[in-house]
Nanobody
Framework: VQLQASGGGLVQAGGSLRLSCAASGRTESAYRMGWFRQAPGKEREFVATIRWTGGSTTYANFVKGRFTISRDNAKNTVYLQMNSLKPEDTAVYYC?????????????????WGRGTQVTVSS
């Protein structure tokens, strides 16, 4: 499975961005997709995850009510709509695909990773 993330950029606090993650290859093997982020000097942290089948979602507490993860099965694409962005949301955002039927809130539950996309939120 190959993953290509896009949609990052520079936005002012309070603004919005939508990240996309296009999957290709053996996408039928993926059970869930996730978004993680990593800020300079910090560890990679879980943001949100969604199952390909059924679409159930889980979010990190710090993004609940602001971010929405969704998927388009026909396009093999997962999205992360980010609203009410804060400077502390500044990070490189990564999408990932996991094949095991696990909760998906830890980076080690994922098997495939895309290159990150930079999100910078100015105050």
């Amino acid at each position: 499975v190959q993953l290509q993330a896009s949609g990052g950029g520079l936005v002012q606090a309070g603004g919005s961005l939508r990240l996309s993650c296009a999957a290709s290859g053996r996408t039928e093997s993926a059970y869930r997709m996730g978004w993680f982020r990593q800020a300079p000097g910090k560890e990679r942290e879980f943001v949100a995850t969604i199952r390909w089948t059924g679409g159930s979602t889980t979010y990190a507490n710090f993004v609940k009510g602001r971010f929405t993860i969704s998927r388009d099965n026909a396009k093999n694409t997962v999205y992360l709509q980010m609203n009410s962005l804060k400077p502390e949301d500044t990070a490189v955002y990564y999408c990932a695909a996991g094949v095991a039927q696990r909760l998906g809130v830890s980076w080690d539950e994922y098997d495939y990773w895309g290159r990150g996309t930079q999100v910078t939120v100015s105050s």
